[in-house]
């Protein structure tokens, strides 16, 4: 059985965790892109034959707003799912209680829940090059579990971990800025998964708006945005007790 992904993967680490398990349960199928700008998931529907995979980053432990909102936006017609959350190394705190609150408000049965490790968005020093061969070894094995889960016919819902009320989420404080070097193409611009970048303007970032993603850094071809290095050097030292020491891939059944 392919496995739907429903995504919200500003750089790409949190894709590369839904594809280690897609690929193990089956392979991947259709993919419902929850930080695409242009289509969103608007109308997007799932039945109660599929699996989806439901994959999210954890931002200041919690589900990003927009991937609430659109996920919202899902139809889930009783579709089986598996929901990922993804963090930095630092912790991921109320991300799957709320992935799993909002997934069954949208009509998912959430059969299980893996939280696992991705190379940190903006300190790329922490938990680097990751997934790795380690945390696909990792995956797979939660794969196969889930599948027997599944398998035996058992629907039961996992125990998550996390608070309700969730914790509050205070935004990131910061928003990447274009610097000297760029050149104004506007890639950034459109990729943006909130539009915080105007399209007639593309040196100029909506702080406001701006959840701090990455995805424009990223993706910028003359490497032109980015954060303050003081800022960055401050950051760095608050999460490096935090994100320092290896954390691994965790499975709920």
């Not at 496995?3 to 349960?25: H, K, N, Y």
């Not at 892109?33 to 699996?51: I, M, Y």
Request: aromatic share 4%; hydrophobic share 45%; glycine share 12%.
């Amino acid at each position: 059985m392919s496995c739907t992904q429903i995504l919200f993967s500003p750089t790409g680490g949190t894709r590369r965790v839904a594809g280690i398990l897609a690929d193990a349960l089956g392979g991947a199928g259709r993919t419902i892109d929850l930080a695409d700008p242009a289509a969103g998931p608007s109308g997007a529907a799932c039945a109660a034959g599929e699996l989806a995979i439901i994959a999210v980053p954890s931002f200041g432990g919690r589900v990003p707003g927009a991937a609430v909102q659109r996920l919202a936006r899902v139809q889930g017609g009783g579709a089986r799912a598996v929901l990922v959350c993804v963090y930095g190394n630092r912790a991921y705190e109320d991300t799957l209680a709320e992935l799993q609150d909002t997934a069954a408000a949208a009509g998912f049965a959430v059969v299980a829940a893996v939280a696992a490790v991705a190379e940190h968005s903006i300190l790329r020093q922490y938990a680097a090059g990751r997934p790795d061969a380690q945390d696909k070894a990792v995956l797979e094995g939660f794969a196969a579990k889930i599948a027997q889960k599944l398998a035996d016919g058992d629907t039961s819902v996992p125990a998550i971990p996390g608070s309700r009320p969730y914790k509050k989420w205070g935004g990131s404080g910061a928003a990447p800025a274009a610097g000297a070097g760029c050149t104004g193409c506007g890639l950034c611009a459109q990729n943006c998964p909130v539009q915080a970048i105007p399209l007639t303007d593309p040196k100029r970032t909506d702080t406001a708006k701006c959840i701090s993603c990455m995805r424009c850094v990223a993706l910028c071809p003359q490497k032109a945005r980015g954060f303050n290095s003081l800022l960055m050097a401050g950051l760095a030292a608050k999460l490096k007790k935090a994100c320092s020491v290896r954390k691994e891939c965790e499975l709920y059944l």
